[in-house]
């Protein structure tokens, strides 16, 4: 995939009018009709693999509302097109077309089921629920487990996911702008195919709780080989760091709160390296980064633990980790012991009050 130039999108941002970020009403956004140039900060490039979906048929999949709601996808398919917008609280063109999002549930609610699906990747529900309710998303608004991501492939955000009646995908891409919008008037003028409708299986979720195994999932270096995250047996205790190379730059301009806690983070974990006792590895989220873009992160923040991108999304799912930084606890026997999210004042604390393994 050609990647989103992200410190040049944050510096486009930085310089365009802050109000045209912020939660502000549909009237005051571009027309969805209106397709936007690359040198505008909601701009993002179109990945052609995700092309490779269109005509596949959709996920069966169950997504759960902010609220505690159950959405099932297969109750739908057939009987009316499906509209999923994945997006995450912190990503600039997400903002940018969150009014063209509510302007579309405006339009076509009645007909099309429409559903905000957050990355479920640095975020929370309590973070989702603030950011749907400063947007003024009166459609469903889910979280995803990581499997949507996973079946389409997702290496960036925002992306929108239109379904027809027949169950299968007929849009998938990163903008709005004309080609969605013919695409959804192309789903409401879809009929059911006589074959039926089709739908293709997701994978199952396997989260980790305390005591279980953790298993060897492959990574990406920073020089592009495959390596596997540290598993098994061990001399030490284990802590996998979880971050994201962008996390103290780009999130800066919307959530400055959220990258001084990547960057105090980071610093901790630095220190917390150093001691030998304790086995450390770092994985980084696999959004908007690139092996390359990993190689220039460690040339200009030189951690002290080896660092590999999760490339499929796989490690963070497995551990069940939401919010940035987190650090895993794993024993001498390769099982998980913890999981700590977000709160970097907690990780010496939980790490130095682990008993000794045997």
């Known amino acids: 995939m050609r990647r989103i130039a992200l410190f040049s ?13 912020s939660a502000a009403p549909a009237g005051s956004a571009k027309p969805a009709t209106q397709a936007l140039s690359p040198s505008d900060p909601g701009y993002i490039e179109e990945d052609p693999v995700l092309m490779k979906l269109v005509g596949k048929a959709a996920p069966a999949l169950t997504l759960k509302s902010v609220d505690g709601k159950s959405i099932n996808l297969n109750d739908l398919y057939g009987k009316r097109p499906v509209y999923l917008k994945l997006w995450a609280t912190y990503c600039i063109p997400c903002r940018v077309q969150m009014p063209g ?7 076509y609610g009645n007909e099309m089921t429409v559903i905000a699906v957050n990355a479920g990747v640095g975020d ?10 400063d947007y003024g998303l009166h459609m469903p608004v889910t979280i995803d487990d990581g499997r949507l991501g996973e079946w389409i492939g997702m290496n960036a955000t925002p992306v929108h996911l239109i379904v027809g009646r027949d ?4 849009f998938a891409g990163h903008q709005d702008g004309p080609r969605l919008d013919a695409a959804i008037k192309q789903a ?11 739908t293709s299986k997701v994978a199952d979720l396997v989260t980790l709780k305390a005591g279980d195994t953790v298993p060897s999932i492959s990574l990406q270096s920073s020089d592009g080989r495959q390596v596997a995250l540290p598993h098994g047996a061990s001399s030490r205790q284990r802590a996998i760091y979880f971050s994201a190379t962008w996390c103290e730059s780009y999130v800066k301009s919307v959530q400055p709160g959220e990258a001084e806690n990547c960057k105090v983070g980071r610093e901790q974990i630095d220190k917390l390296a150093s001691n030998r006792s304790v086995e450390w590895f770092g994985v980084m989220s696999h959004l908007w980064t690139t092996p390359k873009d990993l190689a220039e992160y460690q040339s200009k923040m030189k951690p002290r633990l080896p660092l590999a991108v999760d490339s499929t999304g796989a490690a963070f799912r497995t551990f069940g980790v939401k919010r940035f930084p987190a650090v895993a606890l794993v024993d001498k026997q390769g099982r998980l012991i913890k999981l700590i999210e977000g709160d970097p004042a907690k990780f010496a604390t939980a790490i130095s009050s682990q008993p000794v393994s045997k």
Do not use: E
Request: hydrophobic residues 50%.
């Open 9 to 21: 999108l944050f510096l486009m941002y930085c310089c365009a009018n802050s109000a045209q970020l």
């Open 188 to 198: 409401l003028a879809s009929k059911v195919s006589p074959s039926g409708v089709a």
């Open 167 to 170: 169950g299968r995908v007929i």
């Open 101 to 107: 999002l509510n302007k579309i549930f405006a339009s």
């Open 124 to 133: 929370d529900v309590g973070k989702v629920k603030q950011f749907a309710h």
